[in-house]
């Protein structure tokens, strides 16, 4: 990915882990994906006193997407404090799966850090259950 792009994504997801509401965890995760017209959506996560009723960042963004008339995911990057790698979670990689494809890039960063990790679809989640399964 050019910096460019990594930069604006970098910048649009830390502006999105800032809105999180995560007052139970005080977790906050924030998402920006580019979709196949080169538009920037943001989502974060949103906590509810009623677990799990609460949203992840990556779901968001990519109804955002969705509302908003993309359809494919080019590249999705997730913000947020953690000592260990910050990658989605099992629900989220499925959902990244339904709207992308093997070049998909999903980058993890560091709130701080900037940048830890980039991966594939394919490495997040082998074998993976698609639309063309069905």
Do not use: W
Not at 19 to 38: C, M
Not at 60 to 74: H, L
Not at 79 to 95: F, H, M, N, V
């Amino acid at each position: 990915m050019e910096k460019n792009k990594l930069n604006k994504l970098i910048e649009s997801a830390s502006n999105a882990y800032k809105n999180a509401h995560a007052p139970y965890s005080k977790f906050n995760v924030g998402a920006s994906l580019i979709d196949e017209n080169g538009n920037i959506y943001n989502g974060c996560n949103v906590e509810n006193a009623a677990y799990p009723s609460g949203s992840c960042a990556e779901e968001q963004a990519i109804g955002n997407m969705i509302v908003n008339g993309g359809k494919i995911i080019k590249e999705i990057l997730i913000i947020g404090k953690s000592d260990e790698l910050l990658t989605p979670c099992g629900a989220c990689r499925q959902r990244i799966r339904e709207f992308c494809d093997e070049t998909t890039k999903i980058h993890i960063c560091h709130i701080s850090n900037g940048l830890q990790k980039s991966f594939t679809i394919g490495t997040l989640l082998p074998y993976s259950f698609g639309p063309e399964n069905l």
